[in-house]
């Protein structure tokens, strides 16, 4: 059985353009209301 899709498309996109301005990941995942492991693992490009 495959897993859906997790993460809102465009909270990644958030996510992706804060990180490319420079904030940290702790502020992002405040920021997003996202857990700080999914903004790392966006950042990271780990997923499927």
Not at 11 to 20: I, K, P, R, S
Not at 24 to 36: H, K, T
Request: aromatic share 2%.
């Amino acid at each position: 059985m495959s897993r859906s899709k997790r993460t809102d498309t465009a909270v990644a996109v958030l996510v992706m353009v804060m990180a490319d301005m420079g904030f940290e990941p702790g502020m992002i995942a405040e920021l997003a209301g996202v857990p700080r492991g999914t903004v790392n693992d966006l950042i990271l490009g780990n997923g499927r």
